[in-house]
């Protein structure tokens, strides 16, 4: 069987990223070597250190790719070819290739690790060229492949270390050089470079000397020497660049990184450098020294230059004892921890309504990029309150929306959320009221009449507002319901408010449509205590519903299983006093300029 069609069966039949975390998963990167001088004397070896762990690996033959993907939802994923470095006479495979893999996917990057090569007068019939074919069809197999490894095509960078660097470098400037037979439909040039202490010159006296004479040799002419000293071949096309040196390397001078820049910058390519005072050659990753945070400034690089998207935190609005102050935040990077923000004082204080309260503020990001915001504006108003904002700092002018207005016998408006249809690019607004006379099966005297059902107005500009609907009869009294994305559906997760016999509990439904019809509530997904204003959030593929413990005061949360609900209270922590919140996803940059409040 074809080697590639082999691995993608592999592939089609479902393993996961784990199963290409050790080098054993990796596999040929070609059918056919080209160039090749058959030489059954010469075969691969690894190098150990005095513990006997591999340090790199020696002699490579055949090259192969060791794929490391991300495990998400997108089909459109960066990915990133690693050429570890070694002076062309190894490869530290470990260190400066499947750790910055990991790493690479930590920040939602798919990595392959590239074993190219080793230039070898002994198995290529021209070694100048031997890492550059392996490095060019690398790029062209993860373009060939990119639909089946959900890998964007036009985000598909390289990444070298030291000689490998050089080798990305090449395959930067010369990418149009046609070394081995090839369908050329199928570009070779990465969209993107990252250069970690490279080696970019052959010219005497800024070279590394090892690398030089082991890809050109001993006796290379000025022509060839000049034609890989590739700070020389930049022009206008080379990829943008992202470069790490450090001044006191003693193997590869910096001026390899400043010559290969002020190339760049010539020509107009983007590009970022950074030059630390200390670190010496070969630091991978970091461990001491000032060049150790160069990975969270790549990752600033790659978000600046939209091939990945920037990390988001939870941040979970909510309100104070009876609403008067209004709107407070608070914020968590997992999920379970929550810290206030503004000192847990209100970012908005409210205008509009009856009693001017802020309850249950619900805020979503819509479809325009604006934060939209719906909050609760007294016991017994017939309508809601309405303000965006573009940074959660900022708020238009707040109105009223008399979303009851013409039902008579209104008593109350309560816990209003919003959801956005991206398809319908449409609004659903939706609340809890009770209406005098209507689902008296349900009536009780023990919760003074109220008998709430769940109603629903849609909207495109939270100006026009379709007439109020029912949209859910569950048979119980019901309030707090709040609605999301799930799968090609959706779930509500409400509050069974029936007093007699005691509910106090939250529930799931479902339906195909945002707008219904919903299905019978489950059984309750929370314990035995009582429990009202759930909102949730995917983590890691299963749903984390928060709930206040209103006669306990204090915050409780249940996480979605296999089997059922996981009560996790004891793992979650709030600010105290947190009342009936939701909780939403932002961009850590709107993170940090709330925390500047």
Partial sequence: MNKKLLFGLVLFLGLSINCFSQESA?????????????????????????????????????????????????????????????????????????????????????????????????????????????????????????????????????????????????????????????????????DFSMLIYPVISMEKGITHNGSKESLLGKTASADLIAKYSNEKEVNEKTPPTFLVHATDD???PVENSINYYLALKKNKVPAEMHLYQNGGHGFGLGTKGTHTDWSASLEHW???????????????????????????????????????????????????????????????????????????VSWTDKGIGYASSKDLIHWSKQEFLPVMEYESGTRNTWAPEITYDSKQKKYMIYWASTIEGK???????????????????????????????????????????????DGKGYIMFLKDETKVPVQKNIKVAYSDKLTGPYSKASAPITGDYWAEGPTAIKIDGQWLVYFDKYTQKKYGAVKQKANGWEDVSDKISFPLGTRHG?????????LLQLMKE
């Fill in 26 to 190: 990796a596999f040929p990167l070609w059918d056919k070597i080209p160039g090749v001088i058959k030489n059954e004397a010469y075969k691969e070896e690894p190098r150990l250190d005095a513990q006997g762990n591999r340090t790199g690996v020696r002699k490579v033959t055949e090259p192969t790719l060791i794929p490391f993907l991300v495990e998400n939802k997108s089909s459109k994923n960066a990915a990133v070819i690693i050429c570890p470095g070694g002076g062309y006479a190894l490869l530290s495979i470990d260190k400066e290739g499947i750790n910055v893999a990991k790493w690479f996917n930590s920040i939602g990057v798919s990595a392959f690790v590239l074993k190219y090569r080793l230039p070898s007068d002994d198995i290529m019939i021209d070694k100048t060229v031997g890492p550059l074919q392996d490095a060019q069809e690398a790029i062209r197999t993860l373009r060939r492949n990119a639909v089946k490894w959900n890998l964007d095509v036009n985000k598909i960078g390289i990444m070298g270390f030291s000689a490998g660097g050089h080798l990305a470098s090449t395959a930067s400037t010369h990418y149009l050089d046609k070394v081995y037979d090839t369908d050329r439909d199928v570009s070779a040039r990465p």
């Fill in 250 to 252: 003693g193997a590869v």
């Fill in 302 to 376: 790659l978000v600046a230059n939209k091939i990945i998207a920037e990390k988001s935190v939870y941040i979970f609005s909510y309100f104070k004892g009876n609403g008067e102050d209004g709107l407070h935040l608070a914020y968590s990077e997992d999920g379970y921890k929550w810290q206030s923000l503004k000192n847990d004082t209100s970012f908005l204080t409210p205008e509009v309504g009856k009693d001017k309260l802020m309850r249950d503020p619900c805020i979503i990001k819509g479809g325009d990029g604006l934060y939209h915001m719906v909050w609760t």
């Fill in 439 to 485: 689902f008296m099966e349900t009536q009780s005297e023990e919760e003074k009449g109220y008998n709430h059902r769940i109603y629903y107005a849609t909207t495109k500009d939270f100006k026009k507002i379709t007439r109020t609907k029912l949209l859910y009869e569950p048979g119980f009294n019901v309030i707090d319901s709040s609605i999301l994305k």
């Fill in 582 to 590: 939701t909780v939403f996803e932002v961009p850590k940059s709107t």
